[in-house]
Structures are given as structure tokens and as C-alpha cells.
């Protein structure tokens, strides 16, 4: 039995876990054990928008034994404090961990460069932990300051200083214009009291991004009310002040995000490291002092060939390394050649407040700078697909809510447009309204399915009839109830005519009638058996649609089966124009009409339960919470 041990689940331990798992899926001696000192996956890209209140708390987190719920990965809980690289082992206070394999994928902490004050008076970006703290303290600073009669204490505790101006510290300052419009509403404080700064030592922000996409931004949050300090000399930090050389920046709330480093953990290792704490690797991304030590993620320091810069630390570096690990670690144990870490970044993306943003993305030959709403739906495509590979369709789902379906105060870059929300019992009418036209509507044909099952009058007949007093005839009886051959006779044309049915597009109609030819027209142009078979379960489908609306349930898939049916009618050449009503009501009806006086408030959530406790729906992420 070899095991391997995944040290830390952030983004490159739980990408190299997922490649484990199905990587040694079949081999029965193989153990995978990742180990992290929380339950859970943060989202440290995302922390910002918990820090200035626009993402939900829980939002950021995804629960790492749900991520490998039914997958050969055992999610331990632990911290661990040192690591014996001649023995094998990690050491936590209580427990020893052996391995033969080991991935180390800590991560980073911030670093205050020995600055004095730096570490003891600022608040940090870099944990749930801290996204919580500091979206208090804003809130608490604006309720002391609300009631401060002192205007020197009053103008302090409305002054907040970001130190760092890099992608941390822009996304933050640009969610906090935004958070504080909101505080200023509800504490009845002018805008115009409130000071944001955004101080970097570097000569400008976002130093990583081309000058345009830079100028760009600095428009941006200029245009927002943010003081930019650039080329600033940090000498110090008091519990209420930013020293700049001489000159002082007074503020209550200080956050610093201008820079990180190796873990603790890491720092503490006997290995080589460069650049901050971070490991030497070979082209393996093994550390060039222990051929069975991986590492993934912000814990890498290795030159690609052809570069002078280590890879960044950046999310994408991650979701690369973690792959390849897996591979490499796969190869070992199988006896296979390994692969060589040849990394192409696709870009970065800045968000700056929820609609706006700036982003230099593409191919790694070939970027396009793009900002603004582009820029935006970049950042949130690429979040939606992360999400995907490491929690499937539940972690996707809930991101599409809390960033585009229940925001608040407009905080998104689709605006408030698909947030609106009215109470349900609105469309209660409606609901029965539309179940008894498609009960009426079934009830009066089923006699005529009953009494004779071989007159088929919801298909058009076949353009190839041989007898045009026949085809006549069962044009009539889909559009009318005349039973005078020689009236029908002159209508052979087509039901169109009778119903004055809307027009169709000539493509579609030839694909219908080329699927009616196949399935429904007999040779001598008469029906088939299948033909009558589809009517009768037509006619039961308005039927059971109609009794489902009225009554509540599945209201979701009746009325998206309203849709398709109105679609089906249509494509056929015989929907006269009250079927565009049928379309427009199952579109409003789609969104949880059933919850309202009807079944579905009942029947949804024990589905709810009973579906989650299927194994393969637990292990595919195939549900919401």
C-alpha cells in the first residue's frame, strides 16, 4: 500500500486531489489523504466581495468532504506543525502521518516586509476569517461614526486606508465604494465624509497589467472617490495611521494586502527556498531536495525554461501544477516516463466594485485587453468553470444566485435585471388559468381518440395523399368541425389555411414534414400506427399538464412542457396566433409558481432530501442546497 499525502486544500491541493482520485481510481493499493486545518475550500479570490458585503458569508466556502464525496481522496482535519523528510512523516500535536508520496500546498500568508506596526495594527485579506473581521469593522466604524459628535474622531472612523495596490488591494477598494454607498444610506452619512485610500510603494497600481488597462482603472476608482498614493515610502503603522515618510494617513481601519509569503510550515522546512518562502523545484515540480515532495501552487518557485521570472502566484499556476502532479506521482508508481512543467497563463482579471473590471486575457502568444463589462463576464467565466471541475453543477449553481439572481443594490455587472423578485402568488391565477385551458383543451378530444382511435386530426395530413377529397377531409378535422366533403375538398391546400396558422420559417418545415415522412406518413399518404399513438399521447399530455398546474406540482416541468408543446403545434404549421399566449405563459411560469397554494411546497423539498442521499448525485454534485 503506497500512500500519498496532500498537504493543504487550497486551490492546488484540491485540483491535484481531484487528478489523484481518478488517476489511481482503479488501483486498490493506492491511499490518498488530504489533510488541511479547516473543513473547508476557501474561495480567496473571491473574499473581497464578502469583506465589502456582496457575496453571501458561506459563499466563499465549499465543504472539502463534499468536494471528494464519493472519490478515493479521505479529507483529514488537522494542523500540522512539522514534517521529518528522512522519515516520512507529518507531525501534527497529537497525530503522525507517514507518506511516500507528499504534495505540499500550504499556501501563503501576507508579509509586512519587518515594516514596523505593519503586522500588530492592520487588518488582513487573506482568510475567510479575515473577510469577516473586516466587513465588522467597516460596519462598526460607521455606526460609531454616526453618532460622533467629535469631527477629528468622526473623520477618523470614516477614513479606511488599503496598503497594497496590487489585484487584493484594487479588488477591495473598489468593492468598499460600493459597500460604502450602502453604509452611507443606512447610517445617514454624506458620501462625501467617507475617505478611501489605496497606498503602494510601486510607482503604480497594478503593476502586473499593461499601462493602458492600469490608466484605465485608475479612472475608475478616481471617478469612484478613491485617493491613489503610489511611489509611497511606508515607514510605519500606529493603530490609527499610515506613516508615508513625514506625512501621516490618520484612519481607525487599516488593511494590508501588499505582499505575501511562504506558510509558517514552509518557512520552517529544511529545503531550499527563494523568493519569499517559496520552494525550490526542478521541472518535475519535485523540490530538488526530495524526489518524493511535490508542489502545487503559491509554494512553487521554478523558472520555466525560456523565462527569468519564477511562475506567479496566481490561481492558474494551480490549476496547471495540479494535473501534472498527478500525473507525474502516477508515472512513478506505474514506472512511466514523467512530464516536464511547461506552464501557459491566459491572463488576469481585476474586478473593480461588482460592474466593472479590467482584464488582459487570451492565448499565451496572443492577449486582448479588454475592461468593463467584458472584463467582467472573462472573471466570471472563468470562476463558473474552476467551480465546475472542483464542485460540479451545486457550487455553479450557487454562484449564479448570490452573483446575478439575488444581489442587492444592483451589485452586478448584468445589473439589477435578473434579480427583481415579486411574490409568488402573483402568478397564482395565471397558473390555474393556463392548467384549465390545456385541461379543457384534452378533455374535449379525448372522446374522439376513444370513439376512433385511427382519426388522427393533431397531425397535418401528408402532402402525398392520393385522394384530395381524402386529405380534405383530414385537413377539415384538425382545424374545424364541417363534415361537408365538398366544403373540405376545397381546403386540400392545407390546415394552414383553415387556421390561419403562423407562418414558419421554410427550414423548419421541411425538417418537420421530412420527420413526418419518416415516422407518421405511410407510401399512399395515410397514417402509420405510430401516428395514432402520438395523437393519443398528445392528447393525455394536455391532460395530465393541465391537472398538474391547477393542482401545483412539477410546475416547473409542466410549464416548460407548455413551451415545448406550443413550439411542437407551432412547427407544424398548425398554431393559430393563441398559442403565442401558451408561449408567453409557460416562459412566466417556468420560476417556482407551484410554491404558492400549490403541492410543490410540499412535495419539492422531501424530493429535495431524497434525492441528496443517492450516492452518484452526492458524488456528481447534482444538486442545490
Known amino acids: 500500500m503506497k500512500k500519498i499525502v496532500l498537504l493543504g486544500g487550497g486551490y492546488g491541493g484540491v485540483v491535484t486531489g481531484k487528478h489523484l482520485a481518478k488517476k489511481f481510481k482503479k488501483d486498490k493499493d493506492i491511499q490518498i489523504q488530504l489533510i488541511d486545518r479547516n473543513p473547508y475550500h476557501t474561495l480567496l479570490t473571491e473574499l473581497h466581495e464578502v469583506a465589502a458585503n456582496r457575496a453571501p458569508e458561506d459563499s466563499v466556502k465549499i465543504e472539502l468532504k463534499k468536494m471528494f464525496e464519493g472519490r478515493k481522496v479521505d479529507v483529514v482535519l488537522d494542523n500540522i506543525e512539522t514534517i521529518d523528510f528522512g522519515a516520512k512523516q507529518l507531525r501534527s500535536s497529537e497525530t503522525v502521518y507517514d507518506y511516500d508520496y507528499l504534495v505540499i500546498g500550504t499556501g501563503c500568508k501576507p508579509t509586512f516586509f519587518g515594516i514596523p506596526g505593519a503586522e500588530q495594527n492592520s487588518l488582513t485579506l487573506w482568510s475567510y476569517e479575515d473577510a469577516i473581521r473586516l466587513k465588522a469593522q467597516i460596519r462598526q466604524k460607521f455606526g460609531e461614526a454616526a453618532k460622533e459628535t467629535d469631527p477629528e474622531i468622526r473623520r477618523k472612523k470614516l477614513s479606511f486606508v488599503v496598503v497594497g495596490a496590487g489585484f487584493t488591494g484594487v479588488e477591495l477598494i473598489g468593492e468598499m465604494t460600493e459597500f460604502r454607498d450602502e453604509l ?114 503559491d509554494n512553487i518557485f521554478y523558472i520555466p525554461e525560456g523565462e527569468t521570472r519564477p511562475v506567479p502566484q496566481m490561481v492558474e499556476n494551480a490549476e496547471q501544477a495540479g494535473p501534472l502532479i498527478a500525473h507525474n506521482i502516477y508515472a512513478d508508481v506505474h514506472g512511466k516516463p514523467k512530464k516536464s512543467y511547461k506552464p501557459g497563463f491566459h491572463g488576469t482579471m481585476v474586478s473593480i466594485g461588482s460592474r466593472y473590471g479590467v482584464a488582459n486575457v487570451g492565448l499565451p502568444n496572443k492577449m486582448f485587453q479588454v475592461s468593463g463589462f467584458f472584463a467582467m463576464f472573462c472573471k466570471h467565466l472563468i470562476n463558473l468553470y474552476y467551480l465546475f471541475t472542483v464542485a460540479g453543477f451545486n457550487k455553479v449553481w450557487t454562484y449564479m444566485m448570490h452573483e446575478f439572481f439575488h444581489v442587492n443594490n444592483r451589485r452586478s455587472f448584468v445589473g439589477g435585471h435578473f434579480s427583481k ?112 399513438v402520438f395523437q393519443f399521447c398528445m392528447v393525455i399530455a394536455e391532460i395530465c399538464i393541465g391537472v398538474l398546474l391547477i393542482v401545483g406540482l412539477f410546475t416547473a416541468i409542466s410549464s416548460i412542457a407548455t413551451v415545448g408543446l406550443g413550439i411542437m403545434i407551432w412547427s407544424s404549421s398548425m398554431a393559430s396566433t393563441e398559442m403565442l399566449w401558451y408561449l408567453a405563459a409557460g416562459i412566466a411560469l417556468i420560476g417556482g409558481s407551484g410554491s404558492m397554494f400549490g403541492l410543490d411546497y410540499y412535495v419539492l423539498p422531501w424530493l429535495k432530501k431524497q434525492w441528496r442521499r443517492i450516492p452518484i448525485v452526492r458524488k456528481w454534485y447534482l444538486y442545490t442546497e
Request: hydrophobic letters at 45%; one cysteine or more; proline letters at 5%.
Open 184 to 297: 452611507c444610506k443606512e447610517f445617514y452619512i454624506k458620501r462625501e465624509e467617507v475617505r478611501l485610500v489605496v497606498a503602494d510603494m510601486a510607482p503604480k497600481i497594478l503593476p502586473i497589467l499593461p499601462d493602458k488597462l492600469i490608466a484605465k482603472a485608475a479612472r475608475y476608482l478616481e471617478k469612484k472617490g478613491v485617493e491613489i498614493i503610489t511611489s509611497a515610502k511606508i515607514t510605519g503603522v500606529t493603530k490609527d495611521s499610515v506613516l508615508l515618510g513625514e506625512k501621516e494617513l490618520e484612519a481607525d481601519t487599516i488593511v494590508w494586502t501588499a505582499g505575501v509569503e511562504g506558510s509558517d510550515l514552509v518557512g520552517s522546512l529544511d529545503v531550499q527556498q527563494q523568493g519569499r518562502k517559496r520552494i525550490v523545484t526542478n521541472d518535475k515540480l519535485q523540490s530538488i531536495d526530495h524526489e518524493d515532495v511535490y508542489v502545487v501552487g
Open 421 to 532: 423578485r415579486s411574490p409568488n402568488f402573483w402568478l397564482l391565477p395565471l397558473r390555474v388559468f393556463v392548467g384549465y385551458k390545456w385541461l379543457a383543451e384534452g378533455l374535449d378530444k379525448l372522446p374522439k381518440i376513444w370513439k376512433d382511435p385511427n382519426n388522427i386530426f393533431l397531425i397535418p395530413p401528408s402532402p402525398h395523399a392520393s385522394d384530395a377529397v381524402t386529405a380534405a377531409s383530414q385537413a377539415s378535422e384538425a382545424v374545424s368541425t364541417t363534415v361537408d366533403a365538398q366544403t373540405a375538398a376545397s381546403a386540400v391546400t392545407s390546415a394552414k389555411e383553415a387556421v390561419e396558422a403562423m407562418p414558419v420559417p421554410h427550414f423548419i418545415t421541411n425538417m418537420v414534414n421530412g420527420f413526418m415522412d419518416i415516422f407518421f406518413y405511410n407510401a399512399d399518404g395515410g397514417y402509420t400506427s405510430l401516428a395514432t
